[in-house]
C-alpha cells in the first residue's frame, strides 16, 4: 500500500492527491499532526533521503527560528525541529513500500507508479 504523508492543507499535497485519485492510484494519506510522526521513521528516511532533503527551509515555520538556530543545523538537530514541527518536513513524502520520493512532480510519479 502506498503512503502519502504531510499535512492536509498544503497546496502540493492537494495537487498529489489530485493526481493519485485520478490516476486511480490507491493510496493512504498520514497526516503528520493528527497521526503523529515516529521519531525511528523519521531517522530512517534522512538516511536513506538525506535530512537535507527533507528539511523544508521554505517554509514559515523555518523562517521563524533564530539565526542561531539556522546557523548551527546538523542531521541530530534538523531531526528535532522535525518531530516538533511536522510542517518543516518537505511535502509530499511518498513510501510506496520500496521507494520513497520527497515532493511532487507529475513526470515524476508517473515514471515511478505508471
Not at 3 to 21: F, H, S, V
Request: glycine share 6%; proline share 3%; with cysteine.
Amino acid at each position: 500500500m502506498i503512503t502519502m504523508y504531510g499535512i492536509p492543507n498544503c497546496d502540493t499535497i492537494k495537487k498529489a492527491k489530485k493526481w493519485l485519485e485520478a490516476n486511480q492510484i490507491e493510496y493512504r494519506f498520514h497526516d503528520y499532526r493528527k497521526d503523529g510522526l515516529d521519531a525511528d521513521q523519521l531517522k530512517s528516511w534522512a538516511s536513506e533521503l538525506g535530512w537535507e532533503t527533507l528539511l523544508n527551509k521554505r517554509g514559515t515555520t523555518w523562517r521563524q527560528q533564530s539565526d542561531e538556530v539556522k546557523e548551527s543545523i546538523n542531521e541530530a538537530s534538523a531531526i528535532e525541529l522535525m518531530l516538533q514541527h511536522p510542517a518543516m518536513i518537505k511535502r509530499p513524502l511518498l513510501d510506496t513500500g520500496s521507494v520513497r520520493k520527497v515532493g511532487f512532480k507529475d513526470t515524476e510519479y508517473s515514471a515511478l507508479l505508471g
